[in-house]
DNA sequence: TCTGGGGTCCTAGGACCC
DNA sequence: TCTGGGGTCCTAGGACCC
């Protein structure tokens, strides 16, 4: 049995490079995609990297900056990214027998028993070369034989040009030359937290945490720590999971694009929200029994007086069938509304889920409900079952009154570009 | 004035039981 | 008056990721 191998694979600039896309104009040009309401930068291609603008940043922060620079920003337009996303992941599943899709621009590979009939580095500069004549996206590639090194070789090689975009962390001097390279907080799982705490230890390297032994790693941080430990010395902890894991919740949730002041409107995006959420818990074919609905005001303000509050509720009995949903959440509304503030976000979340008809009721539920409830639930499933299908080929085809026509309320995306790939109408032109 | 959204996993501590 | 200890289950909150 040969050693377990991965290769992580990683879009460059992904978002920024998906608007670029078709869009030749805008080869050199410094481009930042910002998160939903256009409130944060999210992306920056390679140019706006270089002018200084730092991820997560508020807009207004940068904005005269992006002014004097002439950097071009675009409203996050996830029907592209997605899209775009598919191909290059398929592209990926003929190149390798095992792909793990990580995230929406990385995947994991399982490149075991390669090394006996090709050189790593060669196949990894396979991938690049495919992806970038097929969807013209560029990526990195960092193979080593446990996930969190196949993170670090990725990093290195986006950091350091002369790599070529492909870096072979497979020897073990290897490893240790550029763990000694790099700061504790560049490692997988390390955040902003930890990386304090393990300084105040004295390590600040990932080879000082490589280094450091997991036993005593366990005792003062987490089972999740030693395992980064172990996984820095190349013993695989975290295999490659192809198959997506079952949700285990469902969370719809959105800053309003301009405060809520009155409960009318509020009631209409909880609607959305519901909406939202329980067509995806259908998609999952999954049944919910929980729901929860909250509200607050901006945590940045310091005008106005912070009010955040989230209220609960069990089903009897776990459905999918949005109307339910919607008739309680308007309950927990009731319960939760409190007049005078201006309210910059809200959400529900669906959890406790059940496949279809494993449901086992306790022993004081009335069983005389249960059959006449699943008759019911056969005739509610044939009438989501076709909400949804009309609302996949055009979303919003059909929607409940209670969501609201005009939704005031709603996103800004003020600098959205075109569908290019998912909507006849809005294809790009060859000229 | 303007600050994203959607997830997962782990731990500590309380409630409860015997 | 004296007032154990161990186990399980659940929840809230913290930390992380992209």
């Known amino acids: ?7 992580l694979v990683d879009c460059n600039n992904f978002y920024a490079s998906c608007e670029k896309l078709f869009r030749p104009d805008l080869t050199h040009t410094p481009v930042v995609v910002l998160s939903n309401n256009d409130g944060c930068v999210v ?29 071009l920003a675009f409203s996050s337009n996830y029907a592209l990214y997605a899209d775009i996303s598919q191909r290059v992941m398929s592209t990926l599943e ?25 050189s790593l580095t060669e196949f990894g500069h396979g991938i690049r070369q495919r992806i970038q ?42 490893q240790r030359k550029l763990l000694a390279l790099l700061p504790v907080g560049e490692v997988w799982g390390i955040g902003g937290k930890l990386t304090k705490r393990l300084q105040q230890l004295g390590i600040n390297t990932a080879l000082q945490l490589a280094d450091a ?8 941080f987490s089972v999740v720590v030693e395992r980064t430990v172990r996984e820095l010395n190349g013993e695989s902890c975290l ?29 209409e995006a909880i609607s959305e929200y519901i909406s939202r959420a329980c067509t995806k818990l259908r998609q999952e074919q999954q049944q919910a029994k929980h729901l929860t609905v909250f509200l607050r005001t901006s945590p940045f303000s310091d005008k106005d007086t912070p009010y955040s509050a989230s209220k609960s509720i069990e089903l009897d009995m776990p459905g999918s069938d949005t109307r339910l949903f919607l008739s309680k959440a308007m309950q927990l509304l009731d319960a939760l509304w409190v007049n005078g503030h201006r309210y910059a976000k809200a959400g529900v979340m669906l959890a406790d ?63 959205l570009s075109p569908a290019y790939t998912t909507n006849w109408q809005q294809l790009p032109v060859a000229k």
Request: a positive charge; one cysteine or more.
């Open 133 to 174: 004549k097929w969807q013209g996206i560029s990526v990195c590639v960092g193979i080593a034989p446990s996930k969190t090194l196949a993170k670090l070789a990725n990093h290195a090689a986006k950091t350091w040009p002369q790599t070529a975009g492909v870096v072979d962390l497979t020897d073990k001097a290897r």
């Open 213 to 220: 032994n997991p036993n005593y790693i366990r005792q003062h």
């Open 239 to 267: 295999a490659l999971e192809e198959m997506a894991a079952t949700k285990k919740q469902i969370i719809s949730s959105r800053s309003f694009g301009e405060r809520i002041t009155n409960k009318p409107q509020m009631a």
């Open 43 to 71: 992306a920056r291609s390679k140019e706006a990297k270089k002018l200084g603008i730092k991820m997560g940043v508020p807009v207004f922060q940068v904005r005269e900056l992006m002014r004097q620079q002439g950097v």
């Open 353 to 415: 889920f059940y496949d279809p008809g494993v449901y086992q009721p306790g022993l004081f539920d009335q069983p005389a409900n249960f059959e006449q409830q699943q008759q019911q639930t056969a005739a509610d499933q044939k009438l989501m079952q076709l909400m949804d299908k009309l609302n996949a080929k055009h979303s919003k085809t059909i929607w409940f009154a209670s969501q609201g026509a005009k939704q005031e309320w709603g996103m800004k995306r003020e600098l």
């Open 94 to 118: 003929m190149l390798a027998p095992r792909v793990e899709v990580y995230s929406i621009d990385e995947a994991f590979l399982d490149l075991s028993g390669l090394q006996q009939l090709q």
């Open 1 to 7: 049995m040969s050693k377990t191998i991965f290769a």
